[in-house]
């Protein structure tokens, strides 16, 4: 019902910038919030940045001042601009988007997009 399509995952050295993008499509009414997470090998799924519809973006401390979320509600993405990266940053990254469907607009789901993969090292 509910696509994400990530891109823009790569291979970086330390101190360098990268950006993600996600796209939403289908049965979408609306988006409540789309946001960033991030896996690492052997480590749990963490919440990177989100930025809720009306409210505030929310980071996870180990990104503030590097990171920065920002939405286009009107073509229903979001990207993800990284700066400073760290190896530390190495990582599945997943987009996420808390939707209303179109046409049942009282169900709300989340939808995750298939991850792309962020490796800082030199």
């Given at each position: 019902q509910v696509q994400?399509?990530?891109?823009?995952?790569?291979?970086?050295?330390?101190?360098?910038?990268?950006?993600?993008?996600?796209?939403?499509?289908?049965?979408?009414?609306?988006?409540?919030?789309?946001?960033?997470?991030?896996?690492?090998?052997?480590?749990?799924?963490?919440?990177?940045a989100v930025e809720p519809s009306g409210g505030s973006i929310n980071y996870e401390d180990s990104v503030k001042g590097r990171f920065a979320i920002s939405r286009d509600n009107a073509k229903n993405t979001v990207t993800l601009q990284m700066n400073s990266l760290k190896p530390e940053d190495t990582a599945v990254y997943y987009c996420n988007a808390v939707v209303r469907l179109r046409g049942a607009s009282w169900i709300q789901r989340d939808y995750w997009g298939q991850g792309t993969q962020v490796t800082v090292s030199s």
């Open positions: 994400l399509v990530e891109s823009g995952g790569g291979l970086v050295q330390p101190g360098g910038p990268l950006t993600l993008s996600c796209k939403a499509s289908g049965s979408i009414s609306s988006i409540n919030a789309m946001g960033w997470s991030r896996q690492a090998q052997e480590n749990q799924r963490e919440l990177v």
